[in-house]
């Protein structure tokens, strides 16, 4: 516990990103699989390869990204490093773990940033967050300024209207992709939206349920045209994300089933496998989760299906 607590405070981040959550996630992701490991082996062994056989059939080799690095744990980066000129690994933080690995590979590159385009405008609506750019410090923190000053913040704050309480859209950046030769999108997508919506939660008292989920459904669905536009662009683009979570009794009767992805569909068949992502123990003393992971080497090329998933618990 205290290794973590240390692992956090030393780990670089901007205050926006430390105080949504990020790094805490990051750290107790790592402690999760130094627990777990032998129950994540087949999953993490099943991205790998998949990865692995994607990169090494893409037809270009000058520049790779690979979306929500982390601590690279489903990541095969020697190969992908050996494979194309120029790797870079964009998450919006990455442990030392990952600094340690990437300072043996001189074509590899660590990009900080938010691939949902959404968690730095959700962490602006809090009235706790510092001002920024285009946002007035909140009038609570102008006690002892001069009336001008309280003026000109409740002005422009007012000028905000309706957008100070309305979940905004995602504008994920295209161009950390543009021009990608191979772009993998890794165990990332159901995770964009879900830091936010814990902000939201806690920030936003005025954003009902309806509208989380619908903000969450947007991440996802972004996040996919994101992938897609790149496709359509001539970039190898892979995807591997979770599709379905399952919560189980000890006699493996299900208890649960949980969208991840708020609703929004994959038409793309690929490979599929499970995650034991919680073993009995784990989370609960008398249940498991694990996860549906859908892995598509390439998007562009993948056969298309008119199946939904059905996430009830009475379907199969
Ligand atoms: C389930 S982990 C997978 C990490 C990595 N692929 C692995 O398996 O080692 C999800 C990753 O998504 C990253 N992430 C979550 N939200 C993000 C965002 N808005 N922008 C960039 N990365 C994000 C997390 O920091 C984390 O590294």
Redesign the pocket.
Known sequence: MLGEFIQHALMAQPKWVRRMG?GR??VA?EARHGRCREAWRPHLDASRRLIGRAAASAPRTGRAVVL????????PLEDLAARFDRVEL????HPRSTRRRVRKLANVDLVE????GA?FDIYGLAITAEPAEKRPPPPIGLRGQSCAVIHKTITETAALGAALTTLPEPKPDDGLVAGADFVVS???MS??AL?PLDWVASECPWADETAQLGFARQVVDHHLALLRRAAEAGTRVTLITEVLRLVSDANDRPLEKIDPLFGAQIFSVGEEWWWEVAPMGERWPDAAAKLRVLGIADLAAAPQSRVCRNTTLAAP
């Open positions: 990020y996630e990051m992701l929500g690095s982390g601590p690279l744990l489903d990541i964009v998450d919006i933080v940033a938010d691939v949902s968690a890794a165990n990332l995770q964009l830091l």
